[in-house]
């Protein structure tokens, strides 16, 4: 049996922010009107020396295709952890986690 999440409904005491995008950047915007930029948008703007060094050591052709596959990974555990907070049923396309994952973190299924 799968685990289920109850959700609260009603919750008058908790007033939800909108996700916008201002200047390209997506941030949260309070009822009050504060803003906050998402984690992502702060990550994106802090300098990266680690990874140009790696991009160098590796060559960029292939720092680029593991960086791809690496994205492309990352986008599909989001949607699956997203699915299993909401309830919904676990689509994925196994074979291709499968081969990523052994490919970069040596995992065994």
Not at 47 to 72: D, F, H, L, R, T
Request: aromatic fraction near 8%; hydrophobic fraction near 30%.
């Amino acid at each position: 049996m799968r685990k289920q999440f109850v959700h609260l409904t009603e919750c008058d005491d908790i007033e939800m922010g909108v996700r916008e995008e201002i200047n390209g950047s997506r941030v949260y915007v309070t009822p009050q009107g504060n803003t906050y930029p998402s984690i992502t948008s702060i990550l994106s703007r802090q300098p990266k020396p680690g990874i140009e060094e790696w991009k160098e050591k590796v060559g960029y052709q292939e720092a680029n295709k593991i960086m791809k596959e690496s994205s492309a990974l990352g986008t599909m555990v989001h949607s699956l952890c997203e699915d299993y907070l909401y309830n919904e049923d676990l689509q994925c396309e196994t074979l291709t986690i499968s081969i990523v994952l052994k490919h970069h973190y040596i995992v065994t299924f």
